[in-house]
């Protein structure tokens, strides 16, 4: 007897297999991402930072870790300099500075913020995903390229942790961040400070990594109102 | 005394042409201020200051395109007169200078505002648009400002330091 298998079945078949890794997908996102699930993430940063208001020791680790920074003009790297000074470089003893291609100035200002301390430290200069007032109709583009250089270089130096405040390339890096936690390979943790300039309402890449970040810091109550997720710490700049 | 007036990387045309304006002038010289620097950026060229200033204002006008080291003109100042970009209110404010915030409403969303106007709520600069810039200098609007409490980043560290220990 002849064995007949109608095409359309196997279709079905494909289908099937297809939505199943999708609907995998989705769910394994629904617990990787922090904005959503994420394993409690808001719940347990917000017992840690209770613990921080009540002046109790905060875990620590071990060190040496490589911290990437995402830099841009506007503003925010002058920022991002301000708060790099909370942070002890004896612990993150490499950091890896995320530069935008038309950013001179960014460079110039990491050598000014690492004179004089510990570790060391090299730049990443990635072409802009999308530049002040570039038309959205070119952005796909830019941002295509943007991801091949961030995703090349995450997979060449695999930080372990994130640090960004604004610009839109941190968006691209966040995102790329993220890949080896949905994979189940490494989880790089995101921190998000949200620009002192922003008294009301969140940026474009606030609003967009809100759902992203591990830890999702802003500077003034209003914004800490609106959004459950986001710490609210003042004076930090 | 000198006053500093920065718009930042950008240009701000109505901030520059207000403090080149013979009332701003005569504001400064009534509040004893000798000595105006400019910093205009792409603005340069409305700096336009009235053609005797140091005669009839006894004052001194000076523009710069840019500045290298934006900190040691603030520090050299008396009272500082900026954007209401978050840069240079930082720079003034952390320098404990008297501040006068000036918004630019060419900017999109005219965030700029909001932020002036939050840190005028808390006594910490003045705000100011620029048609009463003289104004607001000649009523002294930028004495007895509190002044802002110190930056600590540490949280930051502490918040990096709790998440690489997970």
Redesign the interface.
């Known amino acids: 007897m002849e064995m007949h298998v109608p095409l359309p079945s196997l279709a079905a078949c494909g289908g099937a297999a297809a939505a199943a890794v999708v609907a995998l997908l989705l769910l394994r996102l629904y617990f990787v991402l922090p904005g959503l699930g994420g394993g409690g993430a808001g719940v347990a940063a917000a017992r840690?930072q209770q613990r921080?208001r009540r002046g109790k020791a905060?875990?620590?680790?071990t060190g040496d870790?490589l911290?990437c920074v995402v830099l841009g003009?506007?503003?925010h790297t002058?920022?991002m300099a301000?708060?790099?000074?909370?942070?002890?470089f004896e612990?993150?003893r490499r950091r890896l500075y995320v530069v935008g291609s038309d950013d001179a100035l960014s460079v110039g200002q990491v050598g000014e913020l690492e004179r004089g301390r510990p570790g060391d430290y090299r730049i990443a200069v990635v072409p802009r995903s999308r530049a002040v007032g570039q038309p959205w109709r070119s952005t796909p583009a830019s941002a295509a390229r943007c991801l091949a250089r961030v995703v090349a270089l995450m997979y060449r130096h695999r930080p372990?942790?994130v640090?960004c405040n604004g610009p839109a390339n941190c968006v691209v890096v966040c995102l790329v961040a993220l890949l080896p936690r949905i994979l189940a390979i490494k989880?790089i943790?995101i921190?998000y400070?949200e620009?002192?300039?922003?008294?009301?309402?969140l940026s474009l890449s606030g609003r967009i990594v809100y759902l992203l970040a591990?830890?999702f810091?802003v500077q003034?109550p209003a914004l800490a109102a609106q959004y459950p997720r986001a710490?609210y710490?003042?004076?930090?700049? | 005394m000198s006053v500093y007036v920065t718009v930042g990387?950008t240009g701000f045309d109505a901030l520059v042409q207000a403090v080149c304006a013979p009332e701003f002038m005569r504001a400064l010289g009534g509040r004893g201020f000798w000595r105006l620097v400019v910093q205009c950026g792409a603005s340069l060229a409305r700096f336009e200051p009235p053609p005797a200033v140091r005669e009839e204002f006894g004052v001194t006008a000076t523009a710069l395109a840019y500045v290298d080291r934006p900190q040691w003109h603030i520090e050299q100042a008396d009272l500082v007169i900026c954007h209401a970009?978050?840069?240079s209110i930082?720079d003034a404010l952390r320098a404990g200078k008297p501040t006068i915030a000036v918004p630019n409403r060419a900017l999109a969303d005219d965030?700029?505002r909001?932020?002036a106007r939050?840190l005028a709520r808390g006594g910490y600069l003045a705000v100011a648009e620029p048609e009463d810039l003289a104004q607001a200098v000649s009523a002294g609007a930028y004495a007895g400002l509190q002044p802002y409490?110190?930056?600590?980043?540490?949280?930051?560290?502490?918040?990096?330091?709790?998440?690489?220990?997970?």
Not at chain 1, 58 to 61: C, L, T
Not at chain 1, 82 to 88: A, E, H, N, W
Not at chain 1, 195 to 201: C, D, G, I, K
Not at chain 2, 149 to 166: M, N, Q, S, V
Request: net charge negative; no cysteine.
């Open positions: 840690r921080r905060v875990a620590r680790g870790t911290l003009s506007g503003g002058a920022e301000r708060l790099l000074r909370g942070v002890d612990r993150h372990d942790a640090l989880r943790p921190v400070v620009s002192f300039a922003r008294v009301a309402t591990d830890r810091v003034w710490e710490i003042p004076h930090l700049v | 990387s970009g978050a840069g930082l965030h700029q909001e932020l939050e409490p110190r930056a600590d980043p540490r949280p930051i560290g502490d918040i990096l330091d709790e998440e690489t220990a997970l």
